[in-house]
């Protein structure tokens, strides 16, 4: 018997405020990120969502790797 897919999956979406303090950070923030690219949001009517998946991935990208932490701190002095 054969299985068939559905066309699309269900995307799991946030609010700007909810994604913000997801990331502990403020909203103007969240929108310089979204501003940047380094973020995706998309505008449905007047709202800004976000896929819960892309707020996750965005923020393990911004995991400081083994043995970095020394290089950062001392650039920021």
């Not at 709202?47 to 701190?73: A, N």
Request: a neutral charge.
């Amino acid at each position: 018997m054969a299985v068939h897919r559905k066309a699309y999956e269900a995307i799991d979406w946030m609010s700007s405020k909810e994604a913000s303090e997801y990331l502990g950070v403020s909203l103007q923030t969240l929108y310089r990120f979204i501003d940047s690219g380094s973020l995706t949001a998309y505008f449905m009517g007047r709202v800004i969502r976000l896929k819960y998946k892309d707020v996750v991935e965005f923020l393990e990208g911004q995991r400081i790797g083994r043995g970095t932490l020394h290089s950062i701190l001392e650039e920021s002095q």
